[in-house]
């Protein structure tokens, strides 16, 4: 848990600082990384859960259905970001 908070307190520095010293797109391009990456973790998470439920013979609604709703809102976010902040860019 705490490896993900270093990693968003380094994005948000990062974009803050490089932003206003290099270029103001650098947000864009950190941003998308930062979203896939979180794009890469739920999915990773949502099958450890599936892993999980299978050999524990349970099936855990609540934390796969958390995991399917915060996927839904990092995807559109990226989808987002490469339809309108992208091509403002380049």
Do not use: C, D
């Not at 307190?9 to 803050?16: D, H, L, M, R, S």
Request: hydrophobic residues 60%; without cysteine.
């Amino acid at each position: 848990m705490g490896f993900y908070l270093v990693v968003l307190i380094v994005q948000i520095a990062a974009e803050q600082i490089l932003s206003r010293v290099l270029f103001p797109s650098l947000v864009v391009f950190s941003g998308t990384m930062y979203t896939a990456f979180r794009i890469w973790q739920l999915w990773q998470g949502q099958q450890l859960v599936t892993a999980m439920a299978q050999l524990n013979n349970h099936n855990p609604i609540v934390v796969s259905s958390l995991l399917w709703l915060l996927l839904l809102f990092w995807s559109s976010n990226l989808i987002v970001l490469f339809a309108v902040a992208w091509p403002r860019i380049l």
